[in-house]
């Protein structure tokens, strides 16, 4: 067919090819283009099968005015959007528990917020709010129901939520603890300017590598400068391979950190004054990040574990060779005064919340159909 003498023929050719492609791409990589083809622009996202029309975006928007942060238009109407589509996942999730919440309880809850100074019922404050949400009775009494089933599933996830006395007492004296540190740090271009002396590869020995390796042997030149960077390389490893064994033993053996220090052959610093948790800075609390420390599992465990003025093992890290010794190191699980109790207990309490109940939206919203339709304006 391509190769047909006639143009109309070749071209009509194409044009099946390409519809085919077409809708070949649409189908595999662009499923969302799919499933909004025919969409009504009054729907702005469905989720589950579940439709949200513009009319809930707006009426939520005005709910939220002024409670989200000063952002470009398009942001701020992507954060509404998400947020809308959350909370019709928290129903949805409301709805397949069996939570419910009827008219009366609703009603209540309304007359008991609209109350005046006198604690009775005020019409005309509900009056105001519905005409400031553009809303009749019967669509706020909704919103409100919604709500009310939505705190209900958040009591009910929470409900098996605790914090114990110890878990306080833990967190009070991680809060009050204060550590600090010496430690010495050489880097890999110092380290590899002290092996150097050390490393003497011959003619010979690249001779022998070459032979090794017949197969790679493109550029004579070139290969024996790439042969000869590569056994210095394999040299040098092996020089600072010996200089942190030595090292880890003389941690294993506990020896002092001088000690050790001296073998290294870095220079010695002193960390800023830090709690549990915290950052390592260099110096003090304005010095550079000492991320190699504070991300080793040897740091961590030697901050408890070492006594002061003895070394630890070797942290091996992208920009050198780390080791270290505790100053101070002052951590008392003493029992905390009943305000600090509270606010501590108060504070993991609301932590655990969160996580439980991000993690059983999260699982949710994994299984979840969502298809986002909102046209920006």
């Known amino acids: 067919m391509f190769e047909s003498k006639s143009p109309v023929i070749r071209a009509g050719a194409y044009i099946i090819i390409g519809f085919f492609t077409l809708i070949i791409i649409i189908s595999f990589g662009m499923p969302d283009f799919m499933t909004k083809l025919g969409m009504d622009d009054n729907v702005v996202a469905v989720v589950n099968g ?195 064994n030595l090292i880890d033993k003389l941690a294993e053996e506990k020896k002092s950190f001088n000690e050790a220090a001296s073998n290294l052959g870095g220079k010695v610093f002193i960390s800023n004054i830090f709690k549990i948790g915290d950052p390592v800075r260099d110096g003090n609390d304005k010095g550079k990040m000492l991320y190699s420390l504070s991300n080793s599992a040897i740091f961590n465990e030697g901050l408890f574990s070492l006594g002061k003025g003895i070394t630890s093992r070797v942290i091996d890290s992208f920009d050198g060779l780390y080791i270290f010794t505790p100053v101070r190191n002052d951590i008392f699980f003493n029992e905390p005064p009943v305000k600090e109790f509270t606010r501590i207990e108060n504070e993991i309490f609301e932590q655990k919340n969160n996580s439980v109940f991000m993690s059983v939206i999260s699982s949710f919203h994994e299984k979840s159909k969502i298809i986002r339709n909102l046209k920006f304006n």
Do not use: W
């Open 50 to 244: 579940e439709k949200i029309y513009r009319l809930d975006f707006v009426r939520f928007k005005d709910r939220m005015s002024g409670q989200i942060p000063n952002i470009d238009k398009k942001e701020m109407q992507d954060q509404i959007l998400s947020q809308i589509i959350m909370r019709r996942l928290l129903l949805q999730k409301a709805d397949e528990i069996g939570i419910q919440i009827s008219d009366t309880i609703a009603m209540d809850y309304i007359k008991n917020i609209f109350k005046d100074k006198t604690g009775k019922f005020n019409k005309n404050y509900l009056d105001r709010t519905l005409q400031h949400y553009h809303q009749g009775l019967a669509d706020f009494v909704l919103m409100v129901k919604e709500d009310l089933i939505i705190d209900q599933l958040r009591q009910m996830i929470f409900m098996g939520v605790g914090v114990s006395p110890e878990e306080v007492r833990t967190e009070y004296a991680i809060n009050n603890s204060r550590i600090q540190i010496r430690y010495c740090y050489v880097s890999g271009a110092d380290l590899s300017k002290r092996f150097k002396d050390k490393i003497n590869i011959s003619e010979k020995d690249i001779d022998e590598e070459l032979h090794k390796s017949k197969d790679e042997i493109k550029d004579p030149v070139t290969d024996r400068k790439r042969i000869k960077d590569k056994l210095e390389k394999e040299m040098s490893n092996k020089f600072k391979t010996g200089l942190v």
